[in-house]
């Protein structure tokens, strides 16, 4: 039983954090957006719906100035786990005084192949890029390189969500699935 009202508790936190993001946005518009998107991307691990609250002003703003300023917001956000992951690893290392063999090994083929092609994908889809966020900066990945394929992929997520509110979401998804209106 103490699982289940754990359950209701943490859904009724979502359905407050919910709430007051929705409020941003009708009370402060473009603003709203900025901020609800930086919150939703700043929280680590726990969900909070930021998805809903761009579709939601899709609806009632310009969805491709949603996306930007959403985009935005949620990339500053996305910083949170880079910066989580960069003092993880300063910890480590100052506790360790050598970085684990198998850690050197990924983050040579992360930098070796690329990193920004990956952030982007993460970013501009439901992964959970909380995770790639943190790896980015365990291994101290450029911040500026993860910042801008954060944001281009924030931006472009974050369009589509907003024209899917803006047309209703059965309009998108009978375009993905005919390849034409």
């Known amino acids: 039983m103490l699982f289940l009202k754990n359950i209701k508790t ?12 929705i409020g941003l946005v009708t009370s402060f518009g ?15 691990i726990l969900p909070v719906p930021s998805f809903f609250i761009v579709i939601f002003a899709g609806t009632v703003l310009n969805p491709v100035a949603v996306g930007i300023i959403g985009g935005l917001g949620g990339a500053i ?5 880079y910066l989580a992951g ?10 360790s005084k050598k970085p684990k063999k198998w ?10 192949y690329g990193g920004m092609p990956v952030i982007f994908i993460f970013a501009a889809t439901p992964l959970p890029d909380d995770i790639i966020g943190i790896f980015c900066g365990a291994i101290k990945y450029s911040p500026k390189k993860f910042f801008i394929a954060t944001l281009a992929g924030k ?8 024209y899917a509110g803006f047309y209703g979401w059965d309009f998108v998804s009978k375009y993905l699935t005919t390849g034409s209106s």
């Open 30 to 44: 473009y603003l709203g957006v900025f901020a609800s998107s930086l919150i939703g991307s700043a929280t680590i």
């Open 77 to 81: 956000g996305e910083m949170t786990g």
């Open 10 to 21: 943490r859904s009724g936190i979502i359905i407050m954090v919910a709430d007051l993001l």
């Open 103 to 112: 850690l050197r090994n990924v983050e040579e083929l992360f930098k070796k």
């Open 86 to 95: 960069y003092g993880g690893r300063m910890l480590a290392d100052k506790k």
């Open 155 to 162: 931006i472009v997520l974050y369009i589509f969500l907003a």
